[in-house]
């Protein structure tokens, strides 16, 4: 039934600001937007967030794309991403070809990572590389790279 994955969404707080990140530390292309105020009742119904008024912007990972969304109201409970380990909370995982040139690359723009990165030696996994380090709103990235 599932072809594929088209595209995973993240709720920031400054939607310009994302698409900076994104597209100008990042490297991804900005693909659609960014939109005007999208809202109205039947919208709202459809999101599933009553009274929504909301802005996107769509940007190019590869084959993939990045939706970013931002509340214009209401305004959430809370600006902090979910914990970890909290039901619902999700990373986006980045696939990049030279893992080293994209760590030193990032760091050199001031991205700080949350570890090391971590390459497996053993198991289904054995050969993949990943790190992970968190956008501008606290969201969770991780690069990844596969043999």
């Known amino acids: 039934m599932v072809e594929g994955i088209f595209h995973v969404g993240i709720t920031v707080k400054d939607l310009e600001k994302s698409i900076a990140f994104y597209r100008d530390v990042l490297g991804m292309e900005l693909f659609i937007g960014p939109s ?16 929504s008024r909301i802005r996107i912007a769509v940007l190019k990972a590869g084959d993939s794309d990045i939706e970013l969304m931002q509340f214009l109201s209401p305004l959430p409970e809370s600006d902090q991403p979910l914990p970890r380990n909290g039901v619902g909370a999700a990373h986006v995982a980045l696939r990049v070809r ?3 040139a994209a ?7 001031g ?3 949350l570890g090391d990165v971590t390459t497996e030696t053993e198991g289904v996994t054995k050969g993949w590389r990943w790190v992970f380090f968190r956008d501008l709103d606290g969201i969770p990235v991780e690069l990844s790279s596969t043999p």
Do not use: H, T, W, Y
């Open 36 to 51: 005007d105020e999208m809202s109205g009742e039947e919208f709202s119904e459809r999101v599933g967030v009553p009274d």
């Open 111 to 113: 991205i700080d990572f």
């Open 98 to 100: 030279d893992m080293d």
């Open 103 to 109: 760590v030193n690359s990032l760091k050199a723009q």
